[in-house]
């Protein structure tokens, strides 16, 4: 990621989206970075790529490292589910099972570390 989101940025984007039905492009892009950055905080490594498109990607989880090409363990998703998934609003099944959710790999699921309560 390129430079860190402090505190209050991050959370006055979240706020700004989740005030809005339709949130300005810049606290969208402000909100889901800030998320990334935290999933990065929380589980620090290079096995797992999170993409949401067109705001920001991650790589995340310890594990083997990825350099190049496709990474053999992807997510991706939507600003809207990523910000939910993160935020606790929706849960990860039943946004996997709505199909806003795209994950390939043994590594994929993030369950586990979500969500991040910022």
């Not at 498109?53 to 939507?78: M, S, Y």
């Not at 939910?84 to 609003?89: C, E, F, K």
């Amino acid at each position: 990621m390129a430079r860190k989101i402090d505190t209050e940025t991050g959370r006055t984007a979240l706020a700004a989206v989740a005030a809005s039905d339709s949130p300005s492009r810049t606290d969208l892009a402000t909100a889901v970075r800030y998320l990334l950055q935290l999933l990065d905080e929380k589980a620090p490594g290079n096995s797992v790529e999170v993409r949401v498109p067109p705001f920001g990607a991650a790589q995340v989880v310890e594990g083997l490292r990825h350099t190049r090409g496709t990474p053999p363990n992807v997510v991706e998703t939507d600003a809207a589910t990523w910000i939910a998934l993160a935020t606790g609003q929706e849960s990860w099944s039943d946004a996997a099972s709505a199909g806003r959710i795209r994950a390939s790999g043994t590594r994929a699921d993030l369950s586990h570390l979500l969500p991040l309560r910022p």
